[in-house]
């Protein structure tokens, strides 16, 4: 088992994701297009590093506390997942490894006989014992006063969380789970819950729902699932990774790279929209697009994180007859099933969208998130152009019919099929390798009293 977790470890884990730029600059776009977040922090400021500053924060841990339960079912993992791309990677594992069984604990969960139970339990060991208390208040009074609202809220949060999951680890309940599953590296639920785990001496079981860009966390766990060689370099050039790691794949359906569009019918265009976005120039960029390409049809996504979108994002649309608007409700490759090309910005999405056969191509202004974040353009793994009124579909289809564009993408996804070379076998990436290395870990459940 990898050493050196703890809840200090945890704290410190989503504290310094939550101080990178991207972060903040996340938090100051809801901010600025979320008025109950605005008055909020107007309310804060003022106060910020008092005591009342603190208390109000500690409430955050509270709420995380009552916010998560256990899974009624027996199980060998318990998951935790805020959203519903974590939920596809559990659900993976799940198919993968049938023999384990895998089990969610809820978050935000309706009021039940067992959380009323761990809240008067947890109120009572504080009355006991108010010393218990002291560190967990020196944290979150430290953060508030250095790192300010956003980052003292969440590890709050982390510390409500770990207390509530050792308290579910360690009961009779809980005594049969071996592992528990994650599918992230800095949010709170999933760091409190692994630093729950790893302090009750169970696993932790990491896996990726999308490719990452520089600056994680140093990866230490017991077992992580990522999608490829070039997602371990991005871990590996942020520290030493520690345990065992295995390739799956990048998410979604595997095709071939689709032929060309026929010159019988029209194009039809998808524009997929990043996590951040300044409207009036992103729907200028989508203009342009449709000039350049003039395609039958035009298809854009929003991004589905409805939490940060800005609510006029839809009322600043131009009128075109053939403009199609996707709420992101469904999944991303059913939208981009209808498309012979993709154009987005600084996403993961393209990853996907090339793993389903579907050309894609980065256009600039189509977000405000760090240019090239994942490092594709770089890698050669997607084309781009300096204008959207540059963007030529021929081109953009003879970039993928390079001779080495396969290799350059069997680098993020290794269970991509090179031309003229063997597949690989199943049980060195995808299914077949997570459920060797699952059972490795844990050993079948039949074997276990």
């Keep these: 088992m990898s050493g050196g977790w703890s809840l200090a470890r945890a704290a410190r884990v989503v504290a310094f994701k939550d101080r990178q730029p991207f972060r903040q600059a996340m938090f100051a776009y809801l901010a600025g297009h979320r008025r109950t977040v605005s008055a909020v922090l107007a309310a804060y400021r003022p106060v910020q590093g008092t005591p009342l500053s603190t208390l109000a924060i500690a409430g955050y841990g509270v709420i995380a506390f009552l916010g998560l339960d256990a899974p009624d079912a027996d199980a060998d993992l318990w998951s935790v997942a805020a959203y519903r791309n974590e939920e596809r990677q559990f659900e993976f594992v799940q198919r993968a490894a049938p023999e384990l069984r895998v089990a969610a604990m809820r978050l935000r969960p309706r009021p039940t006989l067992r959380t009323l139970r761990a809240t008067a339990a947890a109120a009572g060991a504080i009355v006991r014992r108010p010393s218990r208390l002291g560190p967990l208040w020196r944290t979150v009074e430290r953060h508030d006063r250095r790192d300010g609202f956003l980052v003292a809220c969440r590890v709050a949060s982390t510390l409500g969380y770990y207390l509530r999951a050792h308290r579910e680890l360690a009961s009779a309940h809980g005594q049969g789970v071996r592992a528990v599953l994650v599918s992230s590296d800095s949010n709170p639920y999933a760091m409190g819950v692994a630093a729950a785990a790893r302090a009750l001496g169970r696993r932790v079981v990491y896996i990726t729902h999308g490719h990452l860009p520089e600056g994680p966390p140093p990866l230490d766990v017991d077992l992580a699932l990522l999608d490829g060689p070039a997602l371990r370099r991005v871990y590996e050039r942020a520290g030493p990774v520690r345990g065992l790691v295995v390739f799956k794949g990048a998410e979604g359906e595997l095709r071939p790279m689709r ?124 084309p781009w152009v300096t204008r959207a009124g540059e963007l030529d579909y021929d081109a953009i289809t003879r970039f993928y019919d390079a001779p080495d564009w396969p290799r350059r993408f069997a680098d993020y996804d290794p269970a991509y099929t090179i031309p003229g070379e063997a597949p690989p076998a199943p049980s060195a990436v995808g299914e077949g390798a997570v459920r060797l290395a699952l059972l490795s870990l844990l050993g079948p459940r039949e074997a276990r009293s």
């Design 259 to 382: 032929e060309k569009r026929p010159p019988s019918r029209g194009l039809v265009v998808g524009v997929f929209a990043s996590i951040l976005v300044d409207w009036p120039s992103f729907w200028a960029r989508v203009l342009e697009i449709e000039a350049a390409l003039k395609p039958e049809r035009l298809i854009v996504r929003l991004h589905p994180n409805t939490v940060i979108r800005d609510p006029a994002a839809l009322r600043l649309k131009p009128t075109l007859r053939h403009l199609e608007i996707s709420g992101g409700e469904s999944i991303l490759t059913e939208d981009a099933a209808a498309c012979d090309l993709v154009v987005a910005g600084n996403s993961s999405c393209h990853l996907t969208v090339l793993r389903f056969g579907v050309p894609s191509v980065y256009v600039p202004g189509l977000d405000t998130v760090p240019h090239d974040f994942y490092r594709f353009l770089e890698d050669g793994l997607i």
